[in-house]
């Protein structure tokens, strides 16, 4: 790297989102630029020099931190360079950056000198076959933090070489750093790390921090002053931010104090302490056992062994040991497809070692209990048939018919027909619109609070049952959820809440993503309500709002109370977004009230969604992806999050594509008032990239950066063209969502840089032909084109809100609450003799230019955004008729073209309400 100046190289480590990244990159541009040095004229060769002795200089803090090459490697690399060597650098350089790009140090170690072995012995690890891939032993890396002299950092890595056996299930490679700092730093860039030892000699302050790393350290948000800690208490102390960070390291301490100290310390998830010793059997095995019961998968482990037992099949499932397959001659192709094995592992046998999903004892059991470790929950289940499957189950397991519920109104489908099929009364919660992309943002919190305040008023918060949000939402919007359980826990303490996070299944396992999931919330509550700071804080404000008004409550932080019940449901789609077949999801459950109140019914509501024939491959999906995330999950979270960060600073920088195309920032899908940071974007072509830490800590709702919003309607096509006819059928790139005017590009723990630079290109081609397409255009074809971008980016018909129930499906009580009973109106439809089909462009107008109310039959559901704009029960607004008129979509379901809108007829609400009013005595 040419030495030009502290500005240059601060510009050049802030292009880089992450320091893994920066390390990549570095190695490669080393490798080049030695290369280079090999045939360059003697000017040219000193100004290499210089960028060569940059790049080391660069590296050389971040080494410290990885096991590979090593400290020891990198100082011969040094001296070699500083020798002149270079044949033996070059050769030396070529063989770290493809062990690195390809994984081979994590098999063997990688020669580095001639004599030390053939190049060819560094194979490419994609390229083994995946049988031989299997067979391998995994390799981690363990983190020792003490302050080591050169002889005691060569003595001690010695002392654990030694310790190894033939029949470890593992290999590991230990990295050693003197500080606290240091320590954090590595387990935050180095994804190899599975255990940390901490040691009585650590330090608290890193001697050498790149800026970039510092901006990790920035990552753990934690409000201690690690300045005022006493030394003896540094080793806890890391125990404890190690479990904040990443909860699912072993971590083990070593201490030179009598236990009675330490017993009352909180050393988060510390598995052991060693006092005074170096028992160095003792620790690799604890080693190895603390990363074995992660590495465990008890339902696929049972599985594979079942399908090696030779079975007689006398039951359900021809397909089951592929008899029907091997013995056809008309269906060979799909054995010869999905190979022998998946006809082994199929099978609806319960015993044999195997388990029952709807009654599990054994492995299904244990496979469970582990996924709650993962994610954090106090209870987790599996489901074989979709989130939307989980959402009923909890909603039919916690809401009777009458119960109160407040819903976004713009969720998934589920959560409406789980309304019908509990009987709630339903209050729909409006997000913020975001008109000018036709998308919904996310439901304020001062808009739940209203509505909370307003049910209290009229004297029915009692029964208010339960809050039902999206989080984050299909766009991405992500939500303060620990202070939206904290101020609604402030007005009902017992209020449930179920957070869909059909798409957040990843965010636990990234320090920045997993502060805003829901059991992690429900974690922090728990404890933060036990602290006697926490009655203090609730009587304090008690007294200040004495007699306070709703405006007051509504502007004010709540506290709640210490004695309220956290009582937090989430439904993952666990094949959205981690390794799991399709429908594979989880409910974890974090409730103090389960166990006494709902688990009962939570099981009958279980077994009644449930399959009672549910897909063994499916459970063995989860259960291995529960495996992944323990042990991977923060590398693969971290490298989905670069690669959505180098997505969005392609587009945004390059000339080309901004004619074209804009990447939607955080100052564009989340209003100003709802960014109390002030953070806008999360790049900066001049400063570089912004540290996500604050806004995600501080805001009320923030971006998903690896949701990337691109608005196309700068290319004349709406969004729905522009997946369909452009990027899927000319491109063969696939993509879900859009809008009127954009498309979303969801990164993935899968989604790699190739990925992403295909990507670039494809835009960047359409781009160029659009150009082409505007330069031999004629003048009336151009206004044509301006036309089209002026009608998909300004022409936009506002996003309606929901409008509300009519009052034959209302509770006549004359509070005025808008709670209403969609279950009775759903129902009320099923009779044909009460309902009509009236025409968008016709009827529906005139009907209500009479004054009527005309009422939907069923749930109208346009694809995008998709999800209902209007449900059984509701009453058709002036701006909900523009909206479905000004609608260009394709798809909406619960539409009929040929017959029009389903409403009902007057006569049938009239006949409803009398027996409503009968009913109330009315």
């Not at 007699?547 to 956290?566: G, M, Y």
Request: net charge negative; aromatic share 10%; glycine share 6%.
């Amino acid at each position: 790297m040419p030495d030009t100046g502290d500005h240059a190289k601060q510009q050049s480590i802030n292009d880089y989102y992450s320091a893994a990244q920066l390390r990549s990159d570095r190695w490669i541009a080393l490798r080049d630029a030695v290369e280079a040095a090999q045939t360059a004229t003697a000017r040219e060769r000193k100004k290499l020099n210089s960028e060569i002795t940059g790049l080391f200089s660069a590296l050389e803090p971040i080494e410290r931190y990885w096991a590979f090459p090593g400290a020891a490697a990198f100082q011969q690399l040094q001296r070699m360079f500083g020798n002149d060597s270079l044949n033996d650098l070059i050769f030396s350089l070529k063989r770290v950056v493809r062990a690195l790009s390809t994984g081979a140090y994590r098999r063997r170690n990688v020669p580095l000198s001639h004599e030390d072995g053939d190049w060819d012995d560094v194979e490419d690890e994609s390229t083994l076959p995946i049988e031989a891939r299997a067979l391998t032993k995994p390799y981690f890396e363990v983190l020792i933090v003490d302050r080591l002299t050169d002889q005691q950092d060569k003595w001690l890595r010695n002392s654990l070489q030694r310790m190894r056996r033939s029949e470890d299930p593992f290999t590991y490679e230990p990295v050693v750093v003197p500080s606290l700092e240091d320590a954090l730093v590595a387990i935050l860039f180095n994804h190899n790390i599975q255990a940390v030892v901490v040691r009585p000699g650590l330090t608290l302050k890193s001697d050498a921090l790149l800026p970039l790393l510092k901006r990790q350290l920035n990552r753990i948000g934690d409000s201690v002053d690690l300045d005022t800690l006493k030394p003896e208490l540094y080793g806890p102390e890391l125990c404890r931010l190690i479990a904040r960070v990443r909860p699912e390291l072993d971590v083990y301490l070593v201490t030179e104090r009598a236990v009675e100290s330490v017993a009352g310390l909180d050393l988060g998830t510390c598995r052991r302490v060693f006092y005074n010793q170096e028992d160095f059997l003792e620790l690799h095995l604890n080693i190895i056992r603390g990363v074995n019961a992660r590495y465990k998968t008890p339902f696929f482990t049972a599985l594979k062994e079942y399908s090696k037992q030779p079975t007689g099949v006398f039951h359900a499932m021809p397909i089951s040991r592929g008899k029907s397959i091997t013995r056809s001659h008309w269906i060979q192709d799909m054995g010869a497809f999905y190979g022998p094995n998946i006809f082994l592992a199929e099978t609806s046998a319960t015993s044999g070692g195997l388990d029952s999903l709807l009654e599990p004892h054994g492995p299904i059991k244990e496979a469970q209990e582990y996924a709650s470790r993962a994610f954090g929950s106090k209870q987790t289940f599996f489901a074989t048939n979709g989130t939307s499957t989980c959402n009923k189950v909890v909603v039919q397991a916690l809401v009777q018919p009458g119960d109160i519920v407040l819903v976004d109104r713009d969720c998934h489908k589920s959560h409406h027909y789980g309304m019908v099929l509990a009987g709630a009364q339903v209050v729909y919660l409006d997000s913020y619109p975001l008109s000018e992309y036709s998308m919904y943002g996310a439901v304020p919190l001062r808009e739940i609070k209203h509505q909370l305040l307003k049910l209290k008023a009229a004297g029915k918060l009692h029964r208010v049952r339960m809050l039902l949000l999206t989080n984050c939402t299909f766009d991405g919007i992500v939500y303060n959820v620990e202070r939206v359980m904290s101020e609604c826990l402030a007005i009902k303490p017992d209020l449930v809440f179920l957070w869909d996070e059909a798409w957040f299944a990843f965010a636990r396992f990234g320090p920045t993503y997993r502060q805003r999931t829901a059991m992690n919330a429900a974690n922090n509550m728990r404890a933060r309500l036990r602290r006697p700071s926490a009655k203090e804080r609730y009587e304090a404000q008690q007294v200040e709002l004495a007699n306070a008004d709703d405006e007051t409550l509504l502007d004010t932080r709540l506290v709640p109370p210490p004695d309220a019940r956290i009582r937090v449901y989430a439904c993952q789609s666990t094949h959205k977004t981690l390794t799991s077949l399709r429908q594979g999801s989880m409910i974890h459950i974090n409730d103090q009230d389960f166990k006494g109140e709902v688990e009962q019914a939570f099981h009958e509501a279980y077994m009644t969604h449930t399959s009672t024939s549910p897909n063994y491959q499916i459970i063995a999906s989860l259960d291995v992806g529960r495996r992944q995330v323990e042990l991977e999950g923060f590398e693969f979270v971290q490298r989905q999050v670069e690669a959505a960060m180098s997505l969005r600073r392609a587009i945004s920088t390059h000339p080309r594509l901004q004619k074209y195309f804009k990447v939607l920032t955080a100052g564009d899908m989340i209003p100003e008032q709802y960014r109390e940071s002030g953070v806008t974007s999360y790049y900066d072509p001049e400063q570089g990239w912004t540290d996500i830490w604050e806004c995600w800590a501080s805001d009320e709702f923030a971006l998903d950066a690896t949701r990337v919003t691109l608005a196309v309607g700068g290319t004349g096509w709406d969004g729905d063209t522009f997946k369909t006819k452009i990027l899927m059928d000319k491109f063969g790139i696939q993509i879900n969502k859009t809008s009127r005017n954009t498309v979303l590009f969801m990164t993935n723990i899968g989604t790699t840089r190739s990925s992403v630079a295909y990507l670039i290109e494809v835009l960047v081609e359409i781009a160029n032909d659009l150009d082409d397409l505007l330069d031999d255009a004629s003048k009336m074809e151009r206004r044509g084109f301006e036309k089209r971008v002026k009608n998909l980016m300004e022409d936009l018909p506002p996003l309606p809100d929901f409008s509300r129930f009519h009052d034959a499906f209302r509770t006549h009580d004359g509070h005025g609450t808008p709670e209403g009973d969609m279950r009775s109106a759903f129902f009320l439809s099923y009779d044909e003799d009460n309902c009509d089909y009236l025409e968008l462009d016709g009827s529906v107008k005139a009907a209500m230019e009479t004054g009527r109310d005309v009422v939907s039959a069923s749930f109208i559901i346009p694809y995008p955004p998709g999800f209902p704009i209007l449900v059984p029960g509701q009453v058709i607004s002036k701006e909900i008729l523009a909206f479905m008129r000004a609608l260009d979509v394709s798809e909406i379901h619960g539409y009929r073209p040929d017959l029009g809108l389903r409403v009902f007829t007057e006569e049938a609400l009239e006949r409803h309400a009398a027996r409503q009013r009968a009913i109330a005595g009315i």
